[in-house]
């Protein structure tokens, strides 16, 4: 059992940056993949990013690649999403989740936990 817990979300001017944390329960958590997701009201959970469970191998969507950076510090069962260059269209709810075994980092359905969601919210 994983429990994760995000933080870090507020207010901000577009251009700015924010630095999103996942604090995560239990021993295993090294042994998961974890992922960022987000949802904006009336619309699905989008996946933002993936890290393995290294931290070796990352992935991102399109519309944050370049702008965001996905990270994890196993030692301190936390993962980290840096986020800069924030637009108005990135507010949204911030979710992290993890997922043990076979994962396909994109999709929801895959991810055996996920967090409670930090607001994330950019003005223009």
């Known amino acids: 059992q994983v429990q994760l817990v995000e933080s870090g979300g507020g207010l901000v001017q577009a251009g700015g940056s924010l630095r999103l944390s996942c604090a995560a329960s239990?021993?295993?958590?090294?042994?998961?993949?974890m992922g960022w997701f987000r949802q904006a009201p009336g619309k699905g959970r989008e996946f933002v990013a993936g890290?393995?469970?290294?931290?070796?191998?990352?992935y991102y969507s399109d519309s944050v690649r370049g702008r965001f950076t996905i990270s994890r510090d196993n030692a301190k069962n936390t993962g980290y999403l840096q986020m800069n260059s924030l637009k108005p269209e990135d507010t949204a709810t911030y979710y992290c989740?993890?997922?043990?075994?076979?994962?396909?980092?994109?999709?929801?359905?895959?991810?055996?936990?996920w967090g409670q969601g930090t607001q994330v919210t950019v003005s223009s």
């Open positions: 890290i393995s469970w290294s931290g070796s191998n990352t």
């Open positions: 239990g021993r295993t958590f090294s042994t998961y993949v």
């Open positions: 989740a993890a997922c043990k075994g076979s994962c396909a980092y994109t999709r929801t359905e895959d991810y055996d936990y």
